[in-house]
Each structure stands twice: as C-alpha cells, then as structure tokens.
C-alpha cells in the first residue's frame, strides 16, 4: 500500500506537473466514466457524474494517505489501498484493463483510476471533514511537536507498532516507514507505548520525520508492480531484509508479526525491556 511519501509524490506529480505529465491545476471537467461502481465510498455513479462535470481543479493536497482534489465547490478524495494507481493520458488512450473510473478534461486530457485489486476508494463531498475528520495528526505538520507525540502515546496501552498505524493515531504512516523509524529509534515494536520515557519519544518523532523526509526525497518505494518510479527501497535498513545484517551493528535482521503486520527489526539494537 503507498504510504505517506508515496501519496505525497503522486500529489506533487499531480499538482507541478512532470515531464510528459502536465499539471492538473486549474482544469476544467468535461466527462466522467465510472466502470466499477464500488470504486465510489459515498454517491452513486450518476450523482458523481453530475456533480463533478463542469467543476475546475483549484487544489491538489495530501491528507495522511488520502489524494485530494479540491474543486468548486467539491472536494474529491482517493486512496488508494493495496492498488490503486492515478494515471494522467489522453483521452484518447484505449481504457487499460483495471481501470475503474476516468475524468476526463476539456483539453483532451484523462485522469484514470487504475485499481487491480479493487480496494480503491474515492469520495466526493462539499465537507472533506466527513472523510478525513477522524485522522491523527500529520507527523510532519511543523505544529506537531515531539511532546504532543509523548502526550499521545502517554493515553495508551497498546504496542507500539500497532498504534503507529492506526491512522486516528498518526496520519500517513503505513508497514514500511514505521519499520524503518522503529529501528532507527532503537524501539522495540511490541513496546507499551505508554512506557516510552519523554526522551525515547522524542527520538522516535524525530525518526519519524527523518524516515518520511527521506521517502519523499527519493520519490518513495518501489516494491512491487503497484508503485513505481521510486529508489527508496535501496535504502532499506530492516524493512524486507530478513537474515541481512543490521547496518548498524551487523546482527542478521528478524522478522516478526506484530499484528498481523510482517516486522522486521534487528534485535540487538532493538530489545523489548520486560
């Protein structure tokens, strides 16, 4: 599943534009197809239709995991789940096969929900907090400090890997980055999160952000054929290197379930304190 930097290179894509992929800002739409009609979380295929044609793209944001585009007066979200995929071609491309929904725009452009797993889900709404109303904070939003995280974690009992993904909790992180900023924060995923002093905390919020800054620098991970385009998973330090050798002090990685989550951590920097 495409995590915070992920989403948040698809939004940047999307909203500057690329080379062979123009920016959608400010585009007028002229049609909509709606090929699979689950693809839709809140309105039925005809009302998304009539709602959405003739409305402009003023916006494209990030909320957590969520892709928005902020219309006039609408704002239509996706995520993308396991799957999904946005696609900027002509309308005249031939439909590829897992597409699930097309808006296409007056200039002759398509964006195309692409979705083989079909887990995919968009939203439309005047009001996004009916969507996104129950999502944590955004870990790296400037005014989220590494003592509203240790305030946070203070309120719960819960291991500390299943709270990172809980989306109310914390918005954006998914299975791989909080691997990654676990390691680097020499934490133990099955740690109660309400033990972590102040100061282990702070060292978990910083790694956090350093992990996702780094995502998003590299354009995110490609690790299958879902997302591409990305070299993060060149960087790996524990995610998907079980048996590998820890980089920081040689010790073969292990892989756990925390969960149901696959884990991987080093378990000699990172020891559960009973």
């Given at each position: 599943m495409p995590e915070l930097p992920e989403v948040e290179t698809i939004c940047r894509i999307l909203r500057e534009g690329q080379p062979g992929i123009p920016s959608l800002l400010g585009k007028?739409?002229?049609?909509?197809?709606v090929l699979w009609p689950r693809t839709l979380a809140n309105c039925s295929p005809d009302e998304f239709r009539e709602r959405l044609i003739g409305q402009s793209i003023q916006v494209i944001d990030r909320r957590g995991k969520f892709l928005l585009f902020q219309l006039s007066p609408d704002t239509l979200m996706v995520h993308l789940r396991m799957s999904g995929d946005l696609l900027v071609e002509a309308v005249s491309t031939p439909l590829a096969l897992h597409h699930r929904l097309t808006i296409d725009f007056q200039d002759g452009l398509r964006l195309s929900f692409n979705d083989a797993r079909k887990f995919g889900r968009v939203?439309?709404?005047?009001?996004p907090g009916e969507v996104l109303g129950s999502l944590g904070p955004e870990p790296l939003d400037p005014s989220f400090t590494a003592l509203d995280l240790y305030q946070r974690l203070q309120t719960s009992h819960r291991q500390l890997k299943p709270l990172l993904l809980d989306q109310s909790f914390l918005a954006g992180l998914g299975n791989i980055y909080t691997d990654e900023a676990l390691h680097l924060a020499h934490l133990h995923p099955l740690m109660p999160s309400n033990e972590l002093t102040l100061s282990q905390a702070e060292r978990l919020w910083r790694r956090i952000r350093q992990v996702l800054e780094e995502g998003i620098r590299r354009q995110g991970a490609s690790i299958d054929w879902v997302y591409r385009g990305g070299d993060f998973q060149n960087y790996f330090r524990v995610y998907q290197r079980t048996g590998e050798p820890c980089p920081e002090c040689g010790t073969p990685i292990q892989r756990l379930v925390v969960g149901q989550r696959g884990t991987h951590i080093c378990p000699n920097c990172?020891?559960?304190q009973r």
């Open positions: 007028i739409i002229a049609g909509v197809q939203w439309l709404s005047a009001d990172q020891v559960l």
